[in-house]
Nanobody, 120 residues
Framework: QVQLVESGGGLVQPGGSLRLSCVAS????KVWTMEFWTMGWYRQAP????????????????NYADSVKDRFAISRDNANNTVYLHMISLKPEDTAVYYC?????????WGQGTQVTVSS
């Protein structure tokens, strides 16, 4: 079965940076790379709905939430079925559980999430 495993979260001071990683494995990813999949990062803060942070299609088209533009960057390594979220100039309001998502046609998979806490 498909697994998306996030890593790289943690506690960081305001203004700091982190890089999140998500590795896709199992199921269809045993046979195919994630080349044609839209990969995304979402986040959910306590008491708030899950929201899109950044996504990248298989063609490399990116989409970012307005709140993270110019601070976050999504990238992918299709050969290793890995997607990254590079985060700089972190703010307390970026505190949330960050989830990796893989989407293709009607298929959609989620990771278990990684906690990012921005606090002094």
């Amino acid at each position: 079965q498909v697994q998306l495993v996030e890593s790289g979260g943690g506690l960081v001071q305001p203004g700091g940076s982190l890089r999140l990683s998500c590795v896709a494995s199992g199921g269809i990813f045993k046979v195919w790379t994630m080349e044609f999949w839209t990969m995304g990062w979402y986040r959910q803060a306590p008491g708030k709905q899950r929201e899109l942070v950044a996504s990248m299609t298989g063609d490399g088209v990116t989409n970012y939430a307005d709140s993270v533009k110019d601070r976050f960057a999504i990238s992918r390594d299709n050969a290793n079925n890995t997607v990254y979220l590079h985060m700089i100039s972190l703010k307390p309001e970026d505190t949330a559980v960050y989830y990796c998502n893989a989407a293709y046609s009607d298929a959609r998979y989620w990771g278990q999430g990684t906690q990012v806490t921005v606090s002094s």
